[in-house]
Structures are given as structure tokens and as C-alpha cells.
């Protein structure tokens, strides 16, 4: 990146070169590797992306490495749930049926038992039970609740 500025790259195309390679290297493998990270690996990486902010390789919008991460797992995990061939598939939880119809679900899948450190590694569980997707419903039945007392 430094042999770029130096032969008069603007820091735009600079910042484009950043996010094709090194952000694309970065969260190309992060659903399968990202669990295994440790706190430690979180905060070097994240003081990688902050270093390239500060030399202006990296743009300011780029977000932390964990939510680079979360963005990774949540994309591959709808393309998982809505390809019926996709090879990961099988490994997914049997699909479950409600007879009730409290709020829109993400998935239609049974919740594994989250019960070591393994669990949180594995892709496929963290997904299923990822605090993100449930701030979204949480967030969506609060909305609901509020136009219902409205009414």
C-alpha cells in the first residue's frame, strides 16, 4: 500500500485498492474462522484496521472487526437457509412447525443446545443463536406492540 501512495495513487483509489484486497482477504473465510478467534486476536486486528485508518489506506465508514464478522455470518447464513442445495445444508438443525404465530422468525430451525466453547466456534450455531438477528425481532415486536396500543 505504500509503494501505491508513493507513485501518486489518490487516497480514494488507495482506499478502494484497501477494501478489495486486505478488507476481502479478511472476511472472505471469516464465518469458518472467526469463532476461533480469541479476545486477543479481536484486538490486534481491530488495532490493524485502526492503523490503516490513521495512514489513510483504510476508509473511516470501514466498522470493527467484530461487526465485519457478524456481516460475514449473517450472509452466508441466508444463503445457507434460502438454497435448498447449498452445501451446507444438512448440517443444519431438523425445521420445526409452530402451531402459534407469536412473530416472524429468521429461520424455521430447532435452537442446538449451546453448551461449550466448541458451540461457539461452530458457524452454524453461533448463527442460530446470534444476538444480532434477535435485537431485529426483538426490535420488530416492539414496533408491533407500539402500533397495536396505538390502535
Not at 33 to 52: E, I, M, P, Q
Request: charged content about 20%; proline content about 3%; aromatic content about 10%.
Amino acid at each position: 500500500m505504500r509503494v501505491l501512495r508513493d507513485h501518486g495513487l489518490s487516497a480514494g483509489s488507495l482506499q478502494d485498492v484497501f477494501r478489495a484486497t486486505v478488507i476481502a482477504k479478511l472476511t472472505y473465510g471469516a464465518p469458518a474462522w472467526s469463532g476461533l478467534c480469541s479476545a486477543n486476536d479481536h484486538a490486534r486486528l481491530d488495532a490493524f484496521l485502526r492503523r490503516t485508518k490513521r495512514y489513510s489506506y483504510c476508509s473511516e465508514d470501514i466498522a470493527t472487526i467484530s461487526d465485519l464478522f457478524s456481516v460475514a455470518d449473517e450472509s452466508l447464513f441466508k444463503r445457507v437457509i434460502h438454497n435448498d442445495l447449498h452445501v451446507l445444508q444438512p448440517l443444519l438443525p431438523a425445521k420445526t412447525s409452530f402451531s402459534y404465530n407469536l412473530r416472524p422468525r429468521h429461520h424455521n430451525r430447532q435452537l442446538p443446545r449451546k453448551s461449550a466453547y466448541v458451540n461457539d466456534s461452530c458457524f452454524i450455531t453461533r448463527t442460530l443463536q446470534s444476538n444480532s438477528i434477535l435485537t431485529v425481532y426483538c426490535y420488530r415486536l416492539l414496533l408491533r406492540l407500539l402500533s397495536v396500543l396505538a390502535s
